[in-house]
């Protein structure tokens, strides 16, 4: 079967198989081998890798991973593309394709049965629409990763990448920042898909934490935290926390613990780091434990 990233290959197999795109699965597929030589490249794939693929397609970027890693899995969603995945893998003894939908796969009896429990290397070109329950669900399921290569709405690898001070920060950007480190390695725009998307996307890499950046007693508390001062981002922090129906303090006992964390009741959520989350969750634990 020929590169699938060379747009001339990719029309012949759609049309063989007269396969019609399906919005609600956010289908663009790569048509550009630049890209693809680029992700293969930073993520960094070696021939003792087992790789998960989330979303293969008609499997153009599978193709070069079961050229590179050790053993590849593809999770697949849209039935219509087992078939087509049948024929453009054929060539290869190393792949597995899973038809399922990713949210509903044991990644971890994955990890476990193909890789020995060891870490796993994640690469997808993700529909847009599901990207933060899937980078969530991986790591806050605990699912041995060492890294994941994604490619993301330019937007949301912007949100992943920044600190306090802009206005992409946000729950997304210290749950991300928490677990991985986020580079944005490449910029890939609309006329790479086919068909084209109306944004710009952008390849992000993640690399896990051997060890949190933070400390962190409660990190189920540290996330409630975020998360309500997110939730109303233009009220104080007092205000945000105040109004959680998850966060068991009264009003005196919030101020006490944004004083004890050193800076002003007045703050907002926004402008807190995560180090400065983490000690606000170890001061919050402490609280609660003594009540
Ligand atoms: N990897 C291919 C490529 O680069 O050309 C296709 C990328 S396309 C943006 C996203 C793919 O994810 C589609 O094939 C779509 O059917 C699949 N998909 C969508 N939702 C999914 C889900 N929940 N689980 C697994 N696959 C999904």
């Not at 609600?24 to 293969?40: A, R, S």
């Not at 290869?92 to 796969?105: A, T």
């Not at 109306?198 to 189920?220: C, F, Y």
């Amino acid at each position: 079967m020929a590169t699938l990233g060379i747009p001339a290959n990719t029309i012949a197999v759609l049309q063989k198989y007269n396969f019609n795109f399906q919005k609600k699965f956010g289908q663009n597929f790569l048509i550009d081998t630049h890209v693809l030589d680029k992700i293969i490249e930073e993520s960094r794939i070696t021939k003792e890798d087992f790789v998960l693929e989330i979303g293969p397609g008609i499997g153009t970027m599978t193709q070069y991973l079961c050229e590179n890693a050790r053993e590849v899995a593809a999770v697949e969603i849209d039935k219509n593309l087992i078939p087509i995945l049948a024929d453009t893998l054929s060539a290869y003894d190393n792949v597995e394709v899973i038809n399922d939908d990713i949210l509903k796969v044991d990644i971890n009896r994955l990890a476990q049965e193909k890789n020995g429990g060891k870490p796993i290397k994640v690469v997808a070109n993700l529909p847009y629409y599901i990207t933060t329950p899937i980078i969530m669900g991986l790591f806050e399921s605990h699912v041995p990763i060492d890294s994941i290569t994604i490619m993301v709405q330019k937007e949301v690898a912007d949100r992943m990448q920044v600190g306090p001070g802009t206005k992409d920060y946000g729950a997304l950007s210290l749950a991300v920042q928490y677990y991985a480190k986020p580079e944005i390695v490449a910029n890939v725009p609309p006329n790479c898909f086919m068909p084209r998307p109306n944004v710009g996307s952008a390849v992000i890499r993640l690399t896990r934490h051997l060890e949190p950046p933070v400390q962190v007693e409660d990190e189920k508390m540290m996330f409630r935290l975020i998360r309500a001062s997110f939730n109303q981002r233009r009220k104080t922090l007092a205000n945000g926390l105040g109004n959680a129906p998850d966060i068991p303090l009264s009003k005196e006992q919030i101020q006490e613990s944004i004083l004890e964390l050193g800076v002003p009741v007045t703050i907002r959520g926004e402008a807190l780091t995560l180090e400065q989350f983490a000690a606000l969750s170890n001061i919050v634990t402490a609280k609660l434990r003594k009540k």
